[in-house]
């Protein structure tokens, strides 16, 4: 009798595992604008930081009005 492998799923689960990554560090570093905010407007990190790292971000919401818009809307909600 032949023993059957169990497949594991190895190159299926890696894949898998680089498109949850690819759709959630996008993500991630939006978000991760807000507490970077907070974190800057109680002097823990530098205006000079939180733009280097954020650049990107400002390059396209100066380019596309809602995505500024939204820049705007957001940092305003963790700086209070």
């Known amino acids: 009798m032949e023993e059957k492998k169990k497949d594991r ?3 299926g689960t890696a894949v898998l ?3 949850i990554l690819a759709l959630l560090l996008p ?4 978000l991760g604008y807000g507490p970077g905010v ?3 407007s109680h002097e823990y990190l530098s205006e000079d930081v939180l733009d280097t790292v954020y650049f990107p971000l400002f390059f396209l919401g100066s380019h596309i ?16």
């Open 9 to 11: 799923g190895g190159a």
């Open 17 to 19: 595992l680089g498109v």
């Open 27 to 30: 993500i991630a570093y939006v």
């Open 38 to 40: 907070w974190l800057t």
């Open 65 to 80: 009005e809602w995505i500024g818009d939204w820049i705007i809307w957001y940092a305003s909600f963790w700086s209070a």
